[in-house]
């Protein structure tokens, strides 16, 4: 299954949703709304910095993690971005492909 990370910020709502119910109850929120997508969460975290949190998923492709994405952002209370993770296989598998490319004036 493709593993995400996914990054994201509060809002000031989002914040004031955080301090009423804490974080564990924004992680199980989150754990929630991946598995209605037919995924498991292997990490979430908080942070300081320009991200509030962290969060490495296992999600059933891109349309699932973008469906979680859009419903976050929907919210109003979120921004996020989502990174695919590659493992060292899959660009084991990549290094074995033979695209064919010109750079731009080449």
């Known amino acids: 299954m493709p593993k995400y990370l996914i990054t994201g910020s509060y809002t000031a709502e989002g914040a004031r949703g955080v301090l009423k119910e804490g974080g564990s109850g924004r992680r199980e ?6 598995a209605s997508l037919g995924g498991t969460v292997e990490a979430y975290y908080f942070a300081f910095g320009s991200d509030d949190f962290y969060l490495i998923a296992d999600l059933p492709g891109n349309a699932a993690a973008a469906a979680g994405a859009l419903t976050a952002a929907a919210s109003g209370a979120i921004g996020t971005r989502t990174i695919v993770l590659l493992t060292p296989e899959e660009v084991d598998a990549a290094t074995k492909l033979s695209p064919s490319y010109r750079p731009p004036g080449g």
Do not use: D, P, R
């Not at 929120?29 to 991946?34: N, P």
């Open 29 to 34: 929120a989150t754990e929630k709304l991946v």
